[in-house]
């Protein structure tokens, strides 16, 4: 099984801020990596696909990067309304496993 | 517009069973592979269950395996969980999401998720 970790667990951070949240996989899963948002209540809205690629309708200031093992997902500018928990995702090993790192609280400071 | 909508959840006793449906529309159903991810309260995503677009295929998570079975009807465009044996650990927010159509695929579109809640 792929096992997927990110860091940190949660984050406090202002509002202009430029944030960056990482995730390992346990292997090599070339760009098969995707990130989710999650806001309280609701279900996860994906935002970046195949480690680097914009969702249609997401701001511009979200990016992905990374291939292998080691991702990151930025947020150049934080808005109020990007303060939510978010999730990296690998596909590598679909339709047999999928797997999602633990998630990152984003709080307000 | 993309549209996925579960329903079924509940209370159900230790041991029970309870059957979830996602009813989708906005997008041809039967192209697309569909999942089942669940989300314990208070905890992260967990995946669960996908199948195939012609509902031929269908794969399971280690800790639903022999007790879950997904399935589909393309004519209804509806896609269903069936969970027997439920236990405590499978109390959970249950989401249907659908598998985008490319090759490195993510879910693309969730449902709004229904609440299953096993508990005597």
């Known amino acids: 099984d792929i096992q997927m970790t990110q860091s940190p667990s949660s984050l406090s951070a202002s509002v202009g801020d430029r944030v960056t949240i990482t995730c390992r996989a346990s292997?090599?899963?070339?760009?098969?990596l995707h990130w989710y948002q999650q806001k309280p209540g609701k279900a996860p809205k994906l935002l970046i696909y195949?480690?680097?690629s914009l969702q249609r309708g997401v701001p511009s200031r979200f990016s992905g990067s990374g291939s292998g093992t080691d991702f990151t997902l930025t947020i150049s500018s934080l808005q109020r309304e990007d303060f939510a928990t978010y999730y990296c995702?690998?596909?590598?090993?679909?339709?047999?496993?999928?797997?999602f790192g633990q998630g990152t609280k984003l709080e307000i400071k | 517009e993309v549209q996925l909508f579960e329903s079924g959840g509940g209370l159900v006793q230790p041991g029970g069973s309870l059957r979830l449906s996602c009813a989708a529309s906005?997008?041809?159903?039967?192209?697309?592979?569909m999942s089942w991810v669940r989300q314990a309260p208070g905890k992260g995503l967990e995946w669960v269950s996908s199948?195939?677009?012609?509902?031929?295929?269908?794969y399971y998570a280690d800790s639903v395996k022999g007790r879950f079975t997904i399935s589909r009807d393309n004519s209804k465009n509806t896609l269903y969980m069936q969970m027997n044996s439920l236990t405590a650990e499978d109390t959970a927010i249950y989401y249907c999401?659908?598998?985008?159509?490319?090759?490195?695929?993510?879910?693309?579109?969730w449902g709004q998720g229904t609440l299953v809640t096993v508990s005597s």
């Open positions: 999401a659908k598998e985008a159509n490319q090759l490195i695929a993510p879910f693309d579109y």
């Open positions: 906005g997008f041809s159903f039967n192209i697309y592979a």
């Open positions: 199948i195939s677009a012609s509902g031929g295929s269908t």
């Open positions: 292997q090599s899963i070339r760009r098969y």
């Open positions: 195949a480690a680097s």
């Open positions: 995702q690998q596909s590598y090993s679909s339709p047999q496993e999928y797997s």
